[in-house]
């Protein structure tokens, strides 16, 4: 059962510059955990905590988190005068793995999150079909479902990016509003199957029973190819401020396209041009003009850990790990680099990878102590390069919030302290 | 855009008999949704409800279900006399997908909750090792980490199929104490490397911190292969009912073994034959011996929807669904039967199938209005074939609670009504 120690850290271990490692060399171990002389292994770590001398807490319906996980919440920002206007992100930073808890999933709301009842809510299917249809939340729950995972970003996620100056924020503030959930519900194909498409219809208008009628346009091939009608969110039924009753999911597109409390599908010849895709969710470009309907998610990528706001605890080795996604299908790889995106070596992804959904890469790291710069960059099966944020910018301009998806630049100082910075 | 409606349900589309039917026929519609005459389908569903007219909720730090679903609750039983101690289970029959909510994962404890101080807990290193360690939390979050998706299944869950007549119970009151999630954590190998394993070591001894000090003897082999300290559960820390600060996940074992927070790890030549091995979690057969160490959990496999609890609405459509799972590997197969087994179709898997998670399947059923009997049978990559109950109680008799893994059926009877039956 023994194994021979593999060898110490040699130079033909190193994958780039800066200390980035092949992932074996971080199982030779070399993380200075406290040794314990054998006769103190009984000792003192052993001794009986206060927890274990007297019966701990009764069950409980509904389980939350440690009570020492209190700041693990999400942030939110709510405008003056707009009750419920707004957007909550997800504490990227102390999390893991690539499933986001519900309680956790970032929300973008235009008007609040409306309590809606299960019995007395109607999803209608109308418009350019042989037979409009009305669903109660029972005869939905007839229908064959599927389940995808898969994340949502807002389209305006990592909007500040596009300022002059890096935003002194952490992940949760630069890049908080992307979550991943495992989606169960009914196909959309499936109930407009039953409608019955007329020839002529090539667009749907999709609208929540929000305050804000919450409204926009999607193309029919996105409909009938995977669009879910998502009645659970990783197991239970879709949280209030995810769209409970449903949702629609439209795997990769822009977040607020997949439109919560969904109440009616309307098919069209044309896209509405609603409030929500003319006023908003365009790209103002350098020349003044708008790019409008950008749906699918751009490949992007960030490092979670280290990141802003935490520190490192001296020189020694690290994991550095991030969470890499693409609305055009699964992530082929992720580089990682130490030196601001001079060298580049390929970090370890988590399997499965879905297509749609968040990859958690992996790298070992040693810190030697001296300032560096981390960068992670995805590529997506499509060949696709995420771009620097430079290349980003050059091309789009400054004048949008949307779609950045440019390579985050974390710097590290000498004292530990980790930085948004741009490189 | 438009597509040919496919053909109605003919004699070849039904796979087996009692109704179920191929996959596909279910998307050529046939389930009795409210159809809308043209005029009617701007009028009266989509008139405007209460909670559009006026700003939602606000944000908040950490979500929580709809009001509308609090009745998808854990329960639990807790043996008089005995403070924290018995089992809360999972709803798995108003759940849906494969991952298991944190809120609602099922838990079992020996002496309640512990309330663990992270800042103050240890993970000891010791035994047969050439140098014993101790962790910090703080520490082990800079090791390299893994993800999987793992279900925990208690090995008493099922348990009271043992008894001489059904127990007139549903899938929660039956099934409840197998759940699913992603586990993120660092490989138990890692750090065993890191201390250097004697030669003699064959077995380890895994201890909790709650007032039983709950511990299990584990082979070595295993916490080699695939054992994590798992420090994350879908995403956020592991809850407290589920060990926090952190657990042993040890996939495809028994729920017991994989303790919960975990404060040591001994390596020994032996297993350490703990009260929690001996007095418990060991199978009584009919010739009065018992057998110790049955770890890994069988195939098995569970209609959730319909199930006891749940009533037919009227003949027709439905969607047959449940979860299945195997402690030896991925699911290859599940078959379902409408009339208690003498008839079998192959059901749906949901993709991605991965080893020791649950996995979800689907089947089309179309109910005739009389009396059924539902079943499903497991197949994993190994083989073996999930068995019938009566085969099960004639290798093992009716004097265990332990690993119960036989068919289950439900009784549909005229009225709609579902109950649990032998057959």
Known sequence: MTRKRRPPIAPEDFRAAGGLLDRRIFL?????????????????????????????????????????????????TNPPNAPGTGAARTPLHVLNGTIT????????????????????????????????LVFTMEMLARYPMESRIAFIECGGNGGSLYQKDPAQLNCQGLHGLVSCAEWTGVKLSTLLDEAGMEPSAKWMLAEGADASGMSRSVPLVK?????????????????????????????????????????????????????????????????????QFVFPIEAKSLITQPSPGLTMKGPGLYEISGLAWSGYGKIAQVDVSADGGKT????????????????????????NGGPAVL?????DETGYVQPTRA??????????????NGINSWGVDESGEIKHVYA
């Open 223 to 291: 409909a009938m190819d995977d669009a879910l009608i998502a009645l659970y969110q990783n197991g239970e039924r879709v949280r209030p401020s995810n769209g409970y009753p449903l949702r629609l999911l439209l795997p990769g597109y822009e977040g607020n396209m997949q439109v919560k409390w969904l109440r009616r599908v309307k098919l069209t010849e044309e896209p509405t041009m609603t409030k929500d895709e003319t006023s908003k969710y365009t790209i103002l470009t350098p020349d003044g003009k708008s790019l």
């Open 101 to 132: 808890p519900n309680g956790l999933h970032f929300e973008r709301s235009h008007s609040g999150i409306p309590d809606v009842d299960p019995d007395a809510h109607r999803l209608v299917i109308h418009g350019l079909v042989r037979r409009p």
């Open 344 to 367: 580049w070596a390929p970090a370890a992804l988590q399997q499965p990878v879905l297509p749609m959904a968040l990859t958690r890469f992996r790298m070992p790291w040693r810190w």
């Open 28 to 76: 030779a171990g070399g993380l200075a955990a406290g040794t314990l002389s054998s006769s103190s292994a009984g000792a003192e770590p052993l001794s009986v905590a206060p927890w274990m001398k007297t019966p701990g807490s009764p069950f409980t319906p509904y389980g939350q988190p440690s009570r020492f996980e209190d700041k693990v919440v999400r942030v939110w």
């Open 391 to 404: 290349e980003l910018i050059a091309k789009r301009g400054g004048k949008t919030i949307y779609h950045f």
């Open 375 to 379: 960068q992670s960059r995805a590529t």
